[in-house]
T-cell receptor
Framework: DAKTTQPNSMESNEEEPVHLPCNHS???????IHWYRQLPSQGPEYVIH???SNVNNRMASLAIAEDRKSSTLILHRATLRDAAVYYC???????????FGTGTRLQVFP | NAGVTQTPKFQVLKTGQSMTLQCAQD?????MYWYRQDPGMGLRLIYY???????DKGEVPNGYNVSRLNKREFSLRLESAAPSQTSVYFC?????????????FGPGTRLLVL
């Protein structure tokens, strides 16, 4: 399974944009990039995913580098509710598994 | 739709006792998963089932057994609980098909083994 590397923690102020980086230098051509987040005392929830092109949804944007060796999850205006652990995960097309790393703990200050 | 449900929410066991964690999903998903999460750590995959009637080991299967009872239900059994199995257990499901498919998680079962 291809690995991802994320900073252990990041901080942001409320209503500011947040850019959460993820390195995945061993990504293969068919690996999808998934982001999940885990709010305190809850199960993980889906945020966004992409393959090659940048993606936007109501929660966030995903910017994928041209060589696909890194990606950035963008929260356009952080709220207190966005304080969570964010996981960047690669999923290969030939596997049913989703392997989590340790993620980035995001703190949001009022 | 309830999504993914897990029972019980909390459980305290003594070393050597056995128990079964139950998981059910009402989204007609083919694939189901069991993860454990130790304090301050990420999730680790214990077992998964790609379809009814099949199960496969994940990263940390030792000490656990699973049963895919039908398409809706996937149970995790601890035959002889150990303190090292104190953890939060999450069940998940997803529709099989592409690597883009989203995974949905249950609320978790908090297990303490004394």
């Amino acid at each position: 399974d291809a690995k991802t590397t994320q900073p252990n923690s990041m901080e942001s102020n409320e209503e500011e944009p947040v850019h959460l980086p993820c390195n995945h230098s061993t990504i293969s051509g068919t690996d999808y990039i998934h982001w999940y987040r885990q709010l305190p005392s809850q199960g993980p929830e889906y945020v966004i995913h992409g393959l090659t092109s940048n993606v936007n949804n109501r929660m966030a944007s995903l910017a994928i580098a041209e060589d696909r060796k890194s990606s950035t999850l963008i929260l356009h205006r952080a709220t207190l509710r966005d304080a969570a652990v964010y996981y960047c995960i690669l999923r290969a097309s030939n596997t049913d598994k989703l392997i989590f790393g340790t993620g980035t703990r995001l703190q949001v200050f009022p | 739709n309830a999504g993914v449900t897990q029972t019980p929410k909390f459980q305290v066991l003594k070393t050597g006792q056995s128990m079964t964690l139950q998981c059910a999903q009402d989204m007609n998903h083919n694939s189901m998963y069991w993860y454990r999460q130790d304090p301050g750590m990420g999730l680790r995959l214990i077992y998964y089932s790609a379809s009814e009637g099949t199960t496969d080991k994940g990263e940390v299967p030792n000490g656990y057994n699973v049963s895919r009872l039908n398409k809706r239900e996937f149970s995790l059994r601890l035959e002889s609980a150990a303190p090292s199995q104190t953890s939060v257990y999450f069940c998940a499901s997803r529709e099989a098909g592409t690597a883009a498919a989203t995974q949905y998680f249950g609320p978790g079962t908090r297990l303490l083994v004394l």
